[in-house]
């Protein structure tokens, strides 16, 4: 069943590829909404108390003990779900876009997809880093040919800055898998095993880079606004709703139970940055003029805080943070589709030239603010339980980094509102009067936004349930 | 039917969604009668199980909708409480709430945006019903960010006005300011009672002594919560921005309920509040303070909403105050009052606005008596009843409250709450007499216009005044009546509370006294106010007047804005400024570029090593051969 997860949008890269016609794109709608049906058939038949499920283990390079080894647990399956559930969405919503070359680009968003359900799905720690790997090539494509001005040189830099982040990872891994005495990458022997302090030190650190770098946690985080920036609207959706989730799933599954002495040792410090990050990136969001560059500065934050509740090792810091994975994937979605609405429309995104977009549309201002309030976590919208349960986490780690993370919220409420209030608010000017209505997409994208900002808001435990149970394998003691 | 409770709130929901959604096809008529219907059902429903409560036939219930949030052994279910305290409040919330959206659909006829004015009441009353009937802390939370945000879309209802807009928007800041206090309360909560639930909190705080440092830790983090919501000092400088909202939005959210919502919370806890007496001393001294300061500046504002805006700020105070000394009950009486004569008093101020076309400068009013006779005489009760004249309703309850801080810090609380309630008095009756007496300093073509309010807003003017005439009548002094009604209706609620607490009754002589001073004070201050505005028609200074520094601090409210701009503003965007410009752009992007250009450097330097000539290269090779021999030859 799995495998099929992974077999389906492969061909369909392939098959898209192929075809040159400018209809391809709704085959990648097609395709990409089979991956999401596939998706909801494992969600029906799993066993929300049941541990890995749906395992496939076979030999695939049998002289070095490598195997073809995947599973699913609740999390990994929320992470899949969010995956097969976006990229349709993110399909679906650059049809407001005439693409140039279709086929190569829908082609690269199948196949990052791919990659990305491979990357949460490995239970071997090679299959692992292959798939990581494999999802960098074609973002690093979609950016760098479908980006904007100095495209080259950004998606360089967040090339180079990711690849030195996975050849730590690799060496790290190497070493583990010469550690184990059946030379294996399987998890379950990785999590077996027990080493030395110092090598768990660099071990630690090793993943920590790699896996920050992904985030990405201050201040391993400079490649971030520039990429989100320039990237087009579908690749920064990809980047900031889904890729990202791989550095904090890698936290997860592949930090906390290879070295839990180390983390015990050092999650202190590694907490202490991502929180710096999160106040830090909050009062650069405060000064940005550019929309796209503060919601890229607002992800940073949000995902720092989520970062935060990972490490801090405690039930409710582990459960908000896999929520506000879900969460932050719907958000990040809809703010930067936001974004795009605006600058076709206006073509700019500096917030000091645009105001009074509410008086001309005020379904888009109710749809902007909705989402708004979701990332500023009002209760009964999405932010909230994860932000809630993140904090609660974190007050049982040390309250006094609660109470100073905790600043977010108040910090977050006066950007967002700011940017909303010289967006939206005020009198018209002679960009923004003639702003055209919303199109069928465009409505329908940000209905389905919308809808699961109230969904995961009002009724969290929907996908908590899957979530909680799993959460204690993830506690080191 | 205290199983059907959960209709309560649903009923305004309801209504938010058919206004909301249905924005575009719905008349103002329809709008407005799906408003207030829904409000004025929850009412109803409110009143048959208050009668329960009444007859002993409702005990105190609490009614499980779902679980919303599970972790761990956290647990939060989205549940009611429906008790005497959560009753009174609904009772507030939903009568005082119906008679301004009646009002409203008069006040807010000739706006475009009328149906969606009416879907952010709905919400608003939505969200504040949550506030009051979560059976948990986090339930009351969601309601408490609730009512901030409705608050925040209704300041800023005509959002083409930037000024509006920045004021919204303080509103909703600050308030967070405040929440995020609340909310760090909650998780100390949680880890010290393994629960947010009020049953289960306040059975496991009975278990500590008294003064137990995490008890004074959690009750100081609840307050920040309650400063925020309910404007106290040094959190308060939103409320007064706040009057840029439509008037009945100041009527029901920033008088009546919204932030009353401090006091709610409070009176809730009293468990952990008698068990904190740092803190009640800390509540006490905030709200006394607050109490003073608001009534001063009140004495020298000039926008008729603005007085009525410090005048609420004051009475919160008031109503903290007795909080601090113990007097939840007392509290809560004048929370109810203040909400019949605040609500009366600025729907009256809205139809005077309404009638000047939108003036709000009493010094451009004067002489309104005969064009707005029913206005007149209900802004005047309301004048009564909060300068506390007797038997108005403001008299009794703050009396109550007076009555209560004889004693404790050697009387000075006493003297500076008498001192407090005089300047409540001259404030009022300055605006009163401004408003509504000698002649009218407006302009032509104002005067042209002026007119009574229709009977939408005359009526709930009305019903309001007869509620601030007769309210008091719900808690008589001991030397009236054997009677407390409002007391021994709540105390089942304040039981512990009652027995700790150490706040002994007054002496019947030192009830006497206060009310026979009360009334000589209050008769030389009308008298005094009447001299000066009618007989004298003194008018205050045009703000270009050179006046005394003093009055000049006061008038601009002790430059406490300025002072936040300075200390917290300004910072931030500095830190935010300091933090793009050096760290992210010239330290963090400096260092990861510089490591490329090495690389690059790096590689362009060894390039020139590759220079084709095959007698370099076996020099080199030579070069290195001999290298490696010496180097395992000294070793």
Redesign the interface.
Known sequence: MLTALLIVPLLAALIVFAIKSDKVRNLALGFSIIELLITLVILFQFDKNGGEQFITNCSWVHSLGINFNVGLDGISLMMVLLTTFLTPLIIFSSFTNNIKNPSAFYGLLLLMEMALVGVFISLDGFLFYVFWELALIPIYFIAALWGGENRIRITFKFFIYTLFGSLLMLVALIYLYNQTPDHSFALKSLTGLTLPRGAEAWIFWAFFIAFAIKIPIFPLHTWQPDTYTNAPTSGTMMLSGIMLKMGLFGLLRWLLPIVPNAVEDYAKYAILLAVIGVIYSSCIALIQSDLKRLIAYVSIAHVGLIAAGLLSQKQQGLSGGVLQMLTHGVNAVGLFFIVDIIERRTKTRTISELGGIANVNPLFAIFFMIILLGSVALPLTNGFPGEFLILTGLFQYNAWIAAFVGLTIILGAYYMLKSYQRVMLGTTNSITESFRPLTTVETSVLLIICALVFLIGIYPNLFLEFINPVVPNYMSH | MIQNAWLIPLLPLIGFLILGLGNKFLTKSLSGIIASGTVLGSFIIAVTIFLGFLSGENKATTINL?????????HISFSFLIDQLSMLMVLIITGVGFLIHVYSIGYMSHDEGFTRFFAYLNLFVFSMLLLVLGSNY?IM??GW??VG?CS?LLI?FW????DY??AA?KA??MN??G??GF??GI??I??TFGSVNYAEVFEGAKGFASGDSVLVVITLLLFIGAMGKSAQIPLYTWLPDAMAGPTPVSALIHAATMVTAGIYMIARSNVLYTLAPITQTIVLFVGLFTAFVAATIGLFQNDIKKVLAYSTVSQLGYMFVALGVGGYSSAMFHLTTHAFFKALLFLGAGSVIHAMSGEQDIRKMGGLKKYLPITYITFLLGTLAISGVPPFAGFFSKDEILALTIGPFSNIIFIVLSFTSVLTAIYMFRVFFLTFHSTFRGTEEQKHHLHESPATITIPLVILAILSTVGGFLGMPRIMSEHHFLSQYLAPIFEFSDLKSEAKAPSEFAEYTIIIVAVVVLALIVLWAMNRYIKKASVPPADDKQTPALRNLIYNKYYIDELYDAIIVAP??W???Q??NI??IQM??GF?NSI?KTVIWGGKTLRLVQTGAIGFYIFVMVAGIIAILLYNFIR
């Open positions: 779902f679980d919303w949030i599970n972790s761990g052994t956290l986090v939370f969601i960010e609730g945000l925040y800023g959002f083409k006005n930037q807009n920045d928007k909703f800041i967070r300011i929440d995020l909310l760090l998780f100390l949680y880890m931030i965007n830190f935010g400024k933090f793009n760290i992210e963090i992007d990861v490329g």
